[in-house]
């Protein structure tokens, strides 16, 4: 009789591509779990009862029929570290037994999970259509001001595309020193012009670079790696195969993944780690991978040689500022920017995935696809009650909070940045949520007096197709 153990189990996950296929040459990813995994997957069944008088003969019929009408979604949860990295410039670095994604750049262990969180398809998949993902100004312009809208002109446009918008983000002057992209557009080749709003002309772009137009990487450099939720606004999500080989030739896979919600916990005295829950849509037995037409999955930055990159989330900081051009931007008494430091808190990002069942009569009806609902980010955070010198540590963040004035703003507009593993240096990784509101902290009375705030993350537009509620930007270190 063999048994099997927890620490013996290990997870490949199979991102596929945008039209739900696994192709020949598609990359794979090994991913270290933490002890709590778990997946399950349970029968919906329904029962037919009989509830008659007494017969003439002094006998009543008591019976009970049961079905089986259906399987419901898998459910699957696991935890994973935050670890960022330097990818090797090679494939196969060292002894053979590591690979990599052989391209010296910005990388997470878990990022395909990331990307499934926020996006359709899968990391670089190769799309007929791009959005642009940064701009270099020629020409200032003058007379413009900030928040104005600007639509992208020229390149081509692809087939039923749209041009790309951007909005002014600062000033030197009247003059646009900074823009802020606000949809991608899409096109085949870059567009090359701009159509000046309001007062302001003269504002033109040297160039436009294009990026993959529906995988959440935004871009990716030997310096940082940046996603975003922008491509998240679609009805279904990026799916998986998550192999769980448990030892003894016995691999479970967990067919039509999809990644419902990650939660970041800041844990004074811990790792930063992800919690990962999701669904799929029926569990099968294997003796091994099965997935074959891969002879390898990047594992690097996870293996046990690899420990510069793990995250302390006791140097974790938080910036918290009103927007310059917000609801809270105008309040009277609000300061540029708080001094807020952490003793606690989480965020979690929240898809509210529903899979669609059958339901069919004479069968046993199984998941086919999943939807996607609302999506919720927000969170909770808890720091000391304290003052400082220049007026800006909780103290006073939550007295201009409950001023006069800013009880006057019905829904917050404050920029809020999670430095997860320190304001600068290696490895950190930073989740921005520029447009959150945010309730005013509840004080808890303990030998030091503390205070408890939530917070939820919102788009600037209600109706935008195009979600700017969550920016990550991840930077590794280069493995030894």
């Given amino acids: 009789m063999a048994l099997f153990f927890q620490r013996d189990a290990t997870l490949r996950v199979f991102p596929n591509r945008a039209d739900g296929t696994f192709p020949s040459g598609s990359l794979a990813f090994d991913i270290p779990l933490l002890e709590g995994f778990s997946f399950s997957q349970s029968t919906n069944a329904s029962e037919i009862t009989l509830s008659e008088m007494e017969s003439t003969a002094g006998s009543s019929r008591r019976g009970r029929k049961a079905f089986n009408d259906s399987l419901a979604p898998v459910e699957w949860s696991f935890s994973t570290y935050l670890r960022p990295y330097i990818a090797s410039n090679s494939v196969n670095p060292g002894s053979g037994s590591t690979y990599s994604w052989g391209d010296a750049k910005q990388h997470l262990v878990d990022e395909c999970l990331w990307n499934a969180l926020l996006a359709k398809s899968r990391i670089d998949e190769a799309t007929s259509s791009q959005a642009v993902v940064s701009v270099v100004i020629n020409a200032a312009g003058t007379g413009y001001s900030v928040g104005d809208v600007l639509t992208f002109t020229g390149g081509t446009l692809a087939s039923g595309g749209s041009h790309a918008t951007a909005k002014v983000l600062t000033l030197s002057g009247s003059a646009v020193a900074t823009i802020e992209m606000v949809t991608g557009g899409n096109y085949t080749v870059a567009p090359t012009g701009v159509t000046d709003v309001g007062a302001g002309s003269g504002l033109t772009l040297t160039s436009a670079t294009l990026g993959e137009s529906e995988d959440a990487v935004l871009e990716r450099t030997a310096l940082v790696l940046a996603m975003d939720s922008s491509q998240s606004n679609v009805s279904a999500l990026n799916t998986m195969t998550l192999e769980f080989n448990v030892g003894s030739s016995t691999v479970y896979l967990l067919n039509k993944a999809v990644v419902n919600s990650a939660t970041v916990n800041f844990d004074v005295e ?13 569990i099968t037995q294997e003796a091994a991978f099965t997935t074959t037409n891969v002879a390898r999955a990047i594992n690097e930055g996870g293996t046990s ?9 006791r140097l974790t900081a938080m910036a918290v500022a009103p927007k310059t051009s917000g609801t809270s931007a105008g309040v009277s008494g609000m300061k540029s920017s708080y001094d807020v430091t952490l003793t606690g808190g989480s965020f979690s990002i929240e898809n509210n995935l529903a899979y669609l069942t059958p339901e069919e009569l004479g069968v046993v009806n199984k998941p086919i696809e999943h939807v996607t609902g609302v999506r919720n980010i927000g969170g909770s955070f808890t720091c000391y009650l304290a003052s400082n010198a220049s007026d800006t540590g909780s103290k006073d963040f939550y007295e201009d909070l409950t001023s006069a004035a800013a009880l006057d703003v019905i829904t917050h507009d404050f920029d809020m940045t999670f430095k997860v593993g320190g304001s600068s240096g290696t490895p950190r990784v930073e989740f921005r949520m520029p447009q959150s509101h945010v309730e005013v902290p509840t ?5 030091v007096i503390s205070l408890e705030s939530t917070f ?4 600037s537009d209600l109706e935008s197709n195009t979600p700017d509620d969550l920016n990550i930007e991840s930077y590794g270190v280069a493995l030894a």
């Fill in 270 to 282: 811990g790792i930063a780690t992800v919690e990962w829950s999701g669904m799929a849509a029926t």
């Fill in 305 to 313: 040689a690899d420990t510069e990159n793990f995250i302390r989330n």
């Fill in 443 to 447: 004080h808890s009375i303990e030998d």
């Fill in 456 to 459: 939820t993350s919102i788009q």
